[in-house]
């Protein structure tokens, strides 16, 4: 089979791989119909120590049950399933309580000893946990919708949630990529009065608009912030959803939320510390957020996206096969893409 590998800055091929295959009993293999190249493989795409085994790639994806293992009991052969970013057991401690990405027994795709979501097919481990079945076909006009729910949408979600974001509040979304636009979703679905969205390119900043944002702040750093302030009548705002994961992002998101508010971070931090310890501390400033566990959002969000209530799935302005996702990670890098969908 055939799977994108990359092997260091900017080095993404497509190559022949050994076929996903049955490991333990508990497995299944997904045959992959769509995936998606996500704003969180660009940090290794421009930061990856040359490696020469490789790292598969890809964490999104919905695919055709291939096979299953003897243990196998909540998917079977020929169904359409969805995974989430991460597998896991669904029988754990943390996975009982929704944490599914702190799953005991869990873990995430690709690397150098698991297959990824942007190639053929996938050996799923822990498919009963992982997989959630899909109501309709394979090329069912919702399909990038419902591929948003395995990372993007969830994320967006998590985010929303962790900053505590409903009705009433003043929410504002930091970063306008893939998973800010989700936010700004799933902060208008939880009922936020007031989204602010900070992000300064024209396509992003409408396509926020058009899901719910009511103001946009293109300023950046401490402009940003005043200007903030100047939205919310000096408060700050009670919900900040930190979508990016640089330290100028998050000093951005800590600074504009409003004392006793709280911030839900979903971007990958790049580093170990946290600004604004203490301005956020004499303001009472929650901080939250994580990996979000995109597993236990799915059965939540995926009525809304059948219903048509919500369309994460506007969030793809590419469309490319197996052949192009090299391409597919150039354009994203630079912006030209908002997010790349695959098309097997
Ligand atoms: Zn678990």
């Not at 993404?12 to 497995?27: F, G, I, M, N, Q």
């Not at 799953?103 to 498919?127: M, N, S, Y």
């Not at 409408?206 to 300023?219: H, I, K, N």
């Not at 506007?314 to 090299?326: K, S």
Request: glycine share 14%; with cysteine.
């Amino acid at each position: 089979m055939r799977a994108t590998v990359m092997y260091g800055v900017h080095d993404v091929r497509v190559e022949t791989v050994r076929d996903a295959r049955l490991v333990e009993p508990t497995d299944a293999v997904v045959a992959v119909t769509r995936a998606c190249i996500c704003g969180s493989d660009l940090w290794p795409y421009n930061s990856m120590k040359p490696n020469e085994v490789g790292n598969r790639m890809g964490h999104e994806f919905i695919g055709r049950v291939e096979e299953i293992g003897s243990e196998v009991r909540n998917v079977k052969k020929g169904d359409l399933v969805v995974a989430p970013f991460a597998w896991s057991d669904g029988t754990c401690e943390f996975c009982v309580q929704g944490l599914q990405t702190s799953c005991i027994h869990g873990g995430f795709w690709g690397g150098t000893k698991l297959d990824g979501g942007q190639g053929e097919a996938v050996r799923v481990p822990l498919a009963d946990g992982t997989l959630v079945r899909l109501p309709v076909g394979p090329d069912h006009a919702l399909m990038p919708s419902l591929l948003t729910l395995s990372d993007v949408m969830g994320t967006g979600h998590h985010a929303a949630r962790a900053a505590r974001a409903g009705p009433g509040k003043v929410t504002a979304v930091v970063g306008d990529g893939a998973v800010g636009l989700c936010g700004v979703i799933a902060a208008r679905r939880l009922g936020a009065e007031q989204i602010i969205m900070l992000g300064r390119h024209p396509d992003r900043v409408a396509l926020a608009r058009e899901f719910g944002a009511t103001d946009v702040v293109s300023e950046r750093g401490e402009a940003a912030a005043e200007r903030v302030r100047q939205l919310t009548g000096g408060l700050g705002a009670h919900s900040v959803l930190e979508c990016v994961g640089h330290g100028e992002s998050m000093l951005t998101a800590l600074s504009i939320a409003r004392p006793g508010g709280a911030v839900g971070r979903v971007g990958v931090p790049q580093s170990d510390e946290m600004p604004e310890a203490r301005t956020t501390f004499y303001r009472n400033v929650t901080i939250s957020g994580g990996p979000a566990p995109v597993r236990a959002y799915i059965e939540e969000l995926m009525p809304d996206v059948l219903e048509g209530t919500i369309q994460p799935g506007r969030v793809f302005d590419r469309v490319t096969d197996l052949n192009g996702v090299p391409d597919g990670y150039r354009a994203m890098n630079e912006r030209e893409s908002i997010k790349v969908m695959i098309k097997f």
